[in-house]
């Protein structure tokens, strides 16, 4: 009797999430790493799917993301800093335009995704603005404005 138990015990424990699915609604958490403009910038996703790839187009202002599912019934939250791409985003997933709902703070837009369909995907996440593209001149200007104001201390110190 001990040993039949205990067979029932270790089918159950061992074999059960095995053979377990995922639900509609677990989140895998996957942090996705881009560098451009000399910066390193950190996209973070949480879904129900696998991002399987990426690509970034500063020129496009453009990030797209390769995905996997085994569900029907897709749900991510996909957060992008600012200072990567930012403004009036554009969405296509499949080469279709779709809206998702976005939010944002000064540091992030929050971007919360819902679609059908299981099997590979592509998202495409186009921005109105890139702001590293920025950086090559901030430099420049830092350079000026310095050297403006010593040349006006000199001249009222004269």
Do not use: C, W
Not at 9 to 38: H, M, W
Not at 64 to 82: C, H, R, Y
Not at 98 to 110: A, Q
Request: glycine share 8%; no cysteine.
């Amino acid at each position: 009797m001990k040993i039949l138990l205990f067979t029932v015990f270790a089918v159950i424990l061992f074999l059960s999430p095995v053979y377990g699915q995922i639900s509609d609604n677990t989140g895998l958490r996957k942090n996705i790493e881009i560098e451009t403009g000399g910066y390193e910038f950190e996209v973070g996703t949480t879904a129900n799917f696998d991002v399987t790839n990426f690509e970034f187009d500063k020129d496009e202002k453009r990030l797209t993301l390769f995905l996997n599912s085994g569900l029907e019934n897709n749900l991510a939250e996909i957060e992008i800093p600012k200072n990567l791409i930012n403004g009036n985003f554009t969405f296509y997933l499949d080469e279709q335009e779709i809206f998702p709902n976005v939010r944002g703070n000064e540091e992030i837009s929050f971007i919360v995704l819902e679609f059908s369909g299981s099997g590979t995907h592509k998202l495409d996440i186009i921005g109105t603005t890139y702001l590293p593209e920025f950086s090559d001149v901030a430099p420049l200007v830092l350079a000026t404005s310095l050297g403006g104001i010593i040349f006006l201390i000199k001249k009222k110190f004269s």
